[in-house]
């Protein structure tokens, strides 16, 4: 098992970044594809984007690829969503899981194994 906490959520105006980070615990964490997840409230938890062990392949979703960035760093066991030029629709609980697969970057939810609590984004026009 691996243990993920997420933090750098809060309170944005549209058009502002946040840096969302996920650290891990319990595990290698280089063995593990790493995604990150949103849920808004009523609606299915949803991919967002997510990224391969050595962090040198990433995937997005259409509704936030260009706006973000995933990255990590594995000495640190840290994976990293920068987020920009956020909008309202972008409000949602914010989750990273753990993958322990090679090479999917797997979008559903149902392929990682290990999810952290989720940090609040919550964006204002």
């Known amino acids: 098992q691996v243990q993920l906490v997420e933090s750098g959520g809060g309170l944005v105006q549209a058009g502002g970044s946040l840096r969302l980070s996920c650290a891990a615990s319990?595990?290698?964490?280089?063995?593990?594809?790493m995604g990150w997840f949103r849920q808004a409230p009523g609606k299915e938890r949803e991919f967002v984007a997510a990224?391969?062990?050595?962090?040198?392949?990433?995937r997005y979703s259409d509704s936030v690829k260009g706006r973000c960035t995933v990255s990590r760093d594995n000495a640190k066991n840290t994976v990293y969503l920068q987020m920009n030029s956020l909008k309202p629709e972008d409000t949602a609980v914010y989750y990273c899981?753990?993958?322990?697969?090679?090479?999917?970057?797997?979008?559903?939810?149902?392929?990682?194994?290990?999810w952290g609590q989720g940090t609040q984004v919550t964006v204002s026009s």
């Open positions: 899981a753990a993958d322990l697969r090679t090479g999917s970057l797997e979008q559903s939810v149902s392929g990682y194994r290990s």
């Open positions: 990224i391969s062990q050595s962090g040198a392949r990433t």
């Open positions: 319990g595990r290698t964490f280089s063995w593990y594809t």
